[in-house]
């Protein structure tokens, strides 16, 4: 394995890893350990270049950061991706590459901790873990995160309905999902069973018709998503969806789903806020399956780790009574806790230097 660390700003490690007889290219972020070890899945992709992977995998690290401290972890925040080799990302031997991976990981000696992520499963975890013991989300422990996730993001939707609409109840509330993968699809069962209306849509074609066989749902093309006219909208598939371009075609009056960075840079953030679209921050939302293998990474009960995905409804209201007072986007609000909480545990650990702090 070959191992190149490249000081970047912001950020307290990232390391590019090259195995060239497993076929192997990946880089870990780690971003911020103030909080404990750093935890983030790993993503496996075909990026166009090796900058758009550098520019992804900084992104989700510092996000992790931020969702693991507002939600109340022991964790710092970090990520690696994969660079998905052969000819349209196709992986012959899924074993070599994830043990390949584990080797990498392995040699931060427990810094950074990995777990599942977009086109990674529990059967890959399975295999990082024949190479190190810094993996959670394996099978036999907390296993598929997905309806965990799915079920945060529900809770943050039902805290934005209250606060938009003075109640929780979805029933005829129209609400269009974007991505319909494991997290979108659990998504669409809870949302199905509130009453809500669904219009989805998914680059598979079969997945997007899946639910509409399944929860009565309207599929559209996936460039239509974003002029639906819907009370909701629900990015559960890649991030920067909120753009120059699309944020004009928006007809809802919440943004609240799964997806990662869904914001293409901040000032979309004050965007949304401008035209009164009330955002939920994609990193308290989505954060019910870092919670999730807190089973394996903390040794928590999985009846305690619903409890804190249930926590996730009033993280968000908190967010939003910030953002109100302060007269500023939901984006920066959360931002802002997080940032406190990181704040806070780094003066506390000054104290203790100090000897001020038993």
């Known amino acids: 394995m070959e191992?190149?660390?490249?000081?970047?700003?912001?950020?307290?490690?990232?390391?590019?890893?090259?195995?060239?007889?497993?076929?192997?290219?990946?880089?870990?972020?780690?971003?911020?350990?103030?909080?404990?070890?750093?935890?983030?899945?790993?993503?496996?992709?075909?990026?166009?270049?090796?900058?758009?992977?550098?520019?992804?995998?900084?992104?989700?690290?510092?996000?992790?950061?931020?969702k693991n401290a507002l939600a109340?972890?022991?964790?710092?925040?970090?990520?690696s991706i994969i660079f998905a080799?052969?000819?349209?990302?196709?992986?012959?031997?899924?074993?070599?590459?994830?043990?390949?991976?584990?080797?990498?990981?392995?040699?931060?000696?427990?810094?950074?901790?990995?777990?599942?992520?977009?086109?990674t499963t529990t059967k890959d975890m399975g295999f990082v873990s024949q190479e190190t013991k810094h993996v959670v989300g394996l099978a036999e422990r907390s296993g598929d995160p997905s309806p965990v996730t799915a079920h945060g993001v529900f809770r943050a939707i039902l805290a934005s309905a209250t606060y938009r609409w003075s109640s929780a109840d979805l029933t005829g509330k129209t609400i269009a999902i974007q991505g319909c993968g494991s997290v979108g699809y659990h998504l669409g069962r809870e949302l199905h069973q509130a009453g809500a209306q669904l219009i989805v849509t998914d680059i598979?074609?079969?997945?997007?018709?899946?639910?509409?066989d399944e929860f009565a749902a309207a599929a559209v093309a996936p460039e239509q998503i974003y002029g639906a006219r819907a009370d909701i909208f629900?990015?559960?598939?890649?991030?920067?969806?909120?753009?120059?371009?699309t944020l004009p075609q928006l007809r809802v009056e919440i943004v609240a789903g799964a997806a990662n960075n869904q914001l293409l840079a901040d000032h979309h953030g004050?965007?949304?806020?401008?035209?009164?679209?009330?955002?939920?921050?994609?990193?308290?939302?989505?954060?019910?399956?870092?919670?999730n293998v807190c089973i394996g990474a903390l040794g928590w009960e999985p009846m305690y780790t619903r409890t804190k995905v249930n926590e996730i409804y009033d993280t968000i209201l908190n967010i939003f009574r910030l953002?109100?007072?302060?007269?500023?986007?939901?984006?920066?609000?959360?931002?802002?806790?997080?940032?406190?909480?990181?704040?806070?545990?780094?003066?506390?650990?000054?104290?203790?230097?100090?000897?001020a702090v038993a």
Not at 50 to 62: A, Q, W
Not at 271 to 286: E, F
């Open 3 to 66: 191992i190149i660390e490249k000081k970047i700003a912001g950020h307290e490690k990232v390391l590019f890893g090259k195995d060239q007889e497993a076929g192997y290219r990946g880089i870990i972020a780690i971003h911020s350990t103030a909080l404990g070890p750093a935890l983030g899945g790993t993503r496996l992709w075909s990026y166009a270049d090796d900058e758009e992977g550098l520019t992804d995998v900084l992104r989700l690290s510092r996000g992790m950061t931020y």
């Open 72 to 79: 109340g972890l022991p964790l710092g925040g970090g990520k």
């Open 85 to 119: 080799p052969g000819k349209n990302g196709t992986i012959l031997d899924r074993e070599t590459l994830f043990r390949a991976h584990g080797r990498f990981i392995e040699t931060l000696s427990g810094s950074y901790i990995t777990a599942e992520d977009v086109a």
């Open 204 to 212: 598979d074609p079969e997945r997007a018709q899946r639910l509409a």
């Open 234 to 245: 629900a990015p559960c598939a890649l991030g920067g969806i909120i753009n120059d371009q």
């Open 270 to 291: 004050e965007a949304l806020a401008a035209r009164n679209i009330l955002y939920a921050p994609d990193y308290v939302a989505n954060a019910g399956g870092v919670i």
């Open 323 to 355: 953002a109100e007072s302060e007269e500023i986007p939901t984006s920066k609000a959360a931002d802002r806790l997080a940032e406190e909480r990181l704040a806070g545990r780094a003066a506390n650990e000054s104290l203790v230097a100090a000897g």
